[in-house]
């Protein structure tokens, strides 16, 4: 099935995502594209694999994206060393532990750049103490390997042993970040390009000043790495595990600039122009912010038309789409107010067709 993955074709494989690009983008005025590629193997952070029970026999299945069938998943080469080797350490382990075997049905795998692991297990069944008592003595075989933590999830139920996170170490240029990433909720997968990603974004806003303003900030993942470059930042997340998260990093990090606030672009557009109060902003005086420069990292579906009205309004735009295509729906109406200073190709998902993409834009 991974007979696409082909790493010493890797550079020619991201050459025809940049041709795409310059194609798909050819009706705007662009710069050159800056590309960030990607380690050919081991890049990927998280995995999950369904479980397959035949007789005495469990191994792990994917399926197929176009022919919906699956196949069998011994070893797994776009994800980290770790994961491959807690991938077959944990069905050795569980093989003979019916407590741990029986009803598994799922396996998902969070890792980091700095050696850590969380194994999340998802069964069909109640999970009882003699699950727990299990899972703790897993967790210490598995200690062999990296240090890890292992979560249980059932129906209406979820069993931590000991921590639901891992700590990520990230470097930027000369400076190291440390961010919690919670298990089930969205991190950047490579994390080899994330740190190329907020690299570039730093070096973009250098000698900018000013405030920031970071839509979608997730855990802050581009906040903390940019907080350097600007007199104050200000975070909006709708998800209430990213701002806890978040307001963890920044501690972890020892910022003192950085503010986030739970609501939606959409909210925050409302709160800025006068037309709610929130009981969320209480402490806030949105009218002190200088609304110079704005970063967004919107999911698949891109900004909808309000958010493109507010981002509109700042002098400097700095964009990292997932979805190109909802991308350049978005350039064509902020091209109206501004121009595209930058633009970069990071290739989070190699041998795939999924592009992520960094845009600066400037107002005219």
């Given at each position: 099935?991974?007979?696409?993955?082909?790493?010493?074709?890797?550079?020619?494989?991201?050459?025809?995502?940049?041709?795409?690009?310059?194609?798909l983008?050819?009706?705007?005025?662009?710069?050159?594209?800056?590309?960030?590629?990607?380690?050919?193997?081991?890049y990927?952070?998280?995995?999950?694999?369904?479980?397959?029970?035949?007789g005495?026999?469990?191994?792990?299945?994917?399926?197929?994206?176009?022919?919906?069938?699956?196949?069998?998943?011994?070893?797994?080469?776009?994800a980290?060393?770790?994961?491959?080797?807690a991938?077959?350490?944990?069905?050795t382990?569980?093989?003979?532990?019916k407590?741990?075997?029986?009803?598994?049905?799922?396996?998902?795998f969070?890792?980091?750049?700095?050696?850590?692991?969380l194994?999340?297990?998802?069964?069909?069944?109640?999970?009882?103490?003699?699950?727990?008592?299990?899972?703790?003595?897993?967790?210490?075989?598995?200690?062999?390997?990296?240090?890890?933590?292992?979560?249980?999830?059932?129906?209406?139920?979820?069993?931590?042993?000991d921590?639901?996170?891992?700590?990520?170490?990230?470097?930027?240029?000369?400076?190291?970040?440390?961010?919690?990433?919670?298990?089930?909720?969205?991190?950047?997968?490579?994390?080899?390009?994330?740190?190329?990603?907020?690299l570039?974004?730093?070096?973009?806003?250098?000698?900018?000043?000013?405030?920031?303003?970071?839509?979608?900030?997730?855990?802050?993942n581009?906040?903390?790495?940019?907080?350097?470059?600007?007199?104050?930042?200000?975070?909006?997340?709708?998800?209430?595990?990213s701002?806890?998260?978040?307001?963890?990093?920044?501690?972890?990090?020892?910022?003192?600039?950085?503010?986030?606030?739970?609501?939606?672009?959409?909210?925050?557009?409302?709160?800025?122009?006068?037309?709610?109060?929130?009981?969320?902003?209480?402490?806030?005086?949105?009218?002190?912010?200088?609304?110079?420069?704005?970063?967004?990292?919107?999911?698949?579906?891109?900004?909808?038309?309000d958010?493109?009205?507010?981002?509109s309004?700042?002098?400097?735009?700095?964009?990292?789409?997932?979805?190109?295509?909802?991308?350049?729906?978005?350039?064509?109406?902020?091209?109206?107010?501004?121009?595209i200073?930058?633009?970069?190709?990071?290739?989070?998902?190699?041998?795939?067709?999924?592009?992520?993409?960094?845009?600066v834009?400037?107002?005219?």
């Amino acid at each position: 099935m991974f007979s696409h993955i082909h790493p010493d074709n890797y550079s020619q494989q991201l050459s025809a995502k940049n041709k795409e690009m310059s194609e798909l983008f050819s009706c705007f005025d662009l710069p050159d594209a800056e590309i960030f590629p990607s380690e050919p193997l081991n890049y990927r952070l998280r995995a999950e694999f369904r479980v397959w029970h035949q007789g005495d026999d469990l191994y792990y299945i994917m399926f197929n994206s176009e022919t919906k069938e699956k196949f069998r998943v011994n070893d797994f080469p776009v994800a980290s060393t770790l994961i491959n080797q807690a991938m077959k350490a944990l069905l050795t382990l569980i093989k003979d532990k019916k407590e741990l075997r029986y009803k598994l049905f799922q396996v998902d795998f969070l890792s980091t750049l700095s050696g850590e692991l969380l194994i999340s297990m998802l069964y069909h069944k109640p999970l009882e103490s003699n699950w727990e008592n299990s899972a703790k003595a897993l967790k210490e075989q598995l200690a062999d390997i990296a240090p890890v933590d292992v979560i249980g999830r059932a129906k209406k139920q979820k069993i931590i042993i000991d921590k639901d996170y891992v700590m990520e170490k990230l470097q930027v240029g000369s400076s190291t970040f440390v961010y919690q990433q919670v298990e089930n909720s969205f991190t950047q997968p490579n994390g080899g390009v994330n740190e190329k990603m907020l690299l570039w974004a730093q070096q973009s806003t250098i000698n900018t000043g000013g405030d920031l303003i970071e839509l979608y900030c997730g855990n802050g993942n581009f906040s903390i790495a940019l907080a350097q470059n600007f007199n104050r930042v200000l975070g909006t997340e709708i998800s209430k595990t990213s701002v806890r998260s978040a307001q963890i990093n920044i501690k972890a990090n020892n910022i003192d600039n950085i503010d986030i606030v739970r609501m939606s672009s959409e909210e925050f557009s409302q709160a800025m122009n006068g037309e709610r109060k929130f009981r969320r902003l209480e402490g806030f005086d949105l009218t002190t912010y200088h609304y110079d420069t704005v970063l967004v990292d919107p999911p698949r579906a891109g900004l909808d038309k309000d958010s493109i009205e507010l981002v509109s309004r700042f002098n400097k735009i700095i964009y990292i789409s997932c979805n190109p295509n909802t991308l350049k729906d978005n350039l064509t109406e902020l091209t109206k107010t501004h121009v595209i200073e930058k633009f970069a190709l990071f290739d989070q998902f190699p041998y795939t067709d999924h592009i992520e993409t960094g845009v600066v834009l400037t107002r005219k």
